[in-house]
């Protein structure tokens, strides 16, 4: 459940609530290295990678620890290409448009989804 919400809020390049989904996702299942990874590039697409490193770390000490074991050679070349600036989801930079004009108050006035009362007698409290 929380993979599902995490890509979809990526893939409307919402990487916040992406972040807080894909973190709740890792919670659940420590070791698996794909929700890792999705955690981390959604870090990163928010411009912290400091935090994806140290996610990346704290992968490395769980599975050495608990696991005896090393993460895969596909994610340690995943990882590397996460903070050199690639990606490795089809996720947008920004919110496709249609996001942004269903939102907007001049599109949902125009649709007549919102009206606009004129206040009278000053301001509310």
């Known amino acids: 459940l929380y993979l599902d919400l995490g890509e979809m809020a990526a893939s409307r390049a919402e990487f916040d609530a992406a972040i807080d989904a894909f973190r709740r996702a890792s919670e659940l299942d420590e070791f698996r290295e794909s ?42 070349e995943t990882v590397r290409r996460l903070l050199a600036g690639g990606s490795v989801h089809d996720w947008p930079s920004t919110p496709p448009a249609e996001t942004v004009e269903t939102t907007s108050p001049q599109s949902l006035a125009r649709t007549g989804q919102a009206r606009l ?4 007698g000053g301001s509310r409290r």
């Open 35 to 76: 929700t890792r990874l999705a955690l981390m590039e959604a870090l990163v697409r928010t411009g912290n990678r400091p935090a994806a490193l140290a996610e990346y770390e704290k992968l490395k000490s769980r599975l050495r620890s608990e696991l005896g074991v090393e993460p895969l050679p596909e994610t340690d």
């Open 117 to 120: 009362k004129p206040m009278v």
